[in-house]
């Protein structure tokens, strides 16, 4: 069994939001994740030890959001040039 240091040791539970836990397409379901890790974060509180809850967000318009190349309108065709 594993062994922790109640002293250096702190729960980070991240991004157990209705968009994301969908997507997980693990094992577990949505719930049973949403569950354990509800009752994981009460033994934590419970010996004392720090819980923190992270959860990714962003504004309206997306401003601060990394933008990628693939977010780029795609072109459908890029036109001939005759005679080069």
């Known amino acids: 069994m594993l062994e ?3 002293k ?3 729960l980070v ?3 157990l939001q209705e968009g994301i836990l969908p997507f997980a397409g693990g094992p577990h ?4 994740v949403v569950n ?3 009752k994981l974060a009460a033994k ?8 923190f809850l992270v959860r990714v967000g962003w ?5 601060e959001a990394l933008k990628q190349p693939v ?3 795609v072109t459908l065709f890029v036109p001939l040039i005759m005679g080069c």
Request: charged share 20%.
């Open 4 to 6: 922790l240091n109640a």
């Open 8 to 10: 250096t040791t702190a």
């Open 13 to 15: 539970v991240i991004d």
């Open 29 to 32: 379901t949505a719930d049973e």
């Open 36 to 38: 354990r890790a509800g």
């Open 44 to 51: 934590f509180r419970a010996s004392g030890q720090p819980v």
């Open 59 to 63: 504004s309206a318009d997306h401003a």
């Open 71 to 73: 977010d780029a309108p």
